[in-house]
């Protein structure tokens, strides 16, 4: 069920400019696939899809194509470009972007690897970075620091 609905979020992506998770969970649902917004979200993760600018100008979902030799430059530009502010508490970063512009700000957290990080979670303009101790916090903060200022 897992892959068929994958393939089908593939395809549609492809063939129409889809700009919201709701959207995209409608589109699922008008072709008997019965999903929630969870499992849509859990989905684009999983499909690393990130928002880009479509003909159109308005962003949609799209395919990262992580082949690309320059992609690590491009994400970390994104990333540079797209973040606001950062917080934390305990363990976890809070960061704020500019809208649209969490998923692939998170796409370029999770192509750095970095071993501090357990892992991210995007919503539309606001990603949690879960770092794997307390005092790493500030160290992983202070390079995403850097990373803005690039």
């Known amino acids: 069920m897992k892959y068929e609905r ?12 889809i700009e919201t998770q709701e959207e995209l969970a409608a589109e699922l649902r008008n072709n008997g696939m019965d999903v929630t917004q969870a499992t849509v979200s859990r989905d ?24 690309e030799p320059e992609l690590s430059d ?3 530009r994104v990333f540079s470009e797209s973040v606001i502010s ?9 960061i704020k972007t500019i809208v649209a512009g969490a998923q692939a700000a998170a796409s370029a957290i999770d192509a750095m690897n970095w071993p501090e990080i357990i892992g991210c979670i995007a ?10 101790e307390n005092d790493l916090v500030n160290d992983v903060m202070k390079r995403f620091s850097k990373l803005m200022r690039k």
Do not use: C, P, Q
């Open 6 to 17: 994958h393939a089908l979020i593939l395809k549609l992506i492809e063939e129409k400019d």
């Open 44 to 67: 684009i993760k999983e499909l690393r899809l990130v928002k880009v600018m479509g003909k159109s100008g308005k962003y949609k979902y799209a395919v990262m194509d992580r082949t």
């Open 74 to 76: 491009r994400l970390f």
């Open 86 to 94: 950062m917080d934390h508490a305990n363990n976890l970063i809070v």
């Open 123 to 132: 919503g539309d303009d606001t990603i949690l970075v879960v770092v794997r």
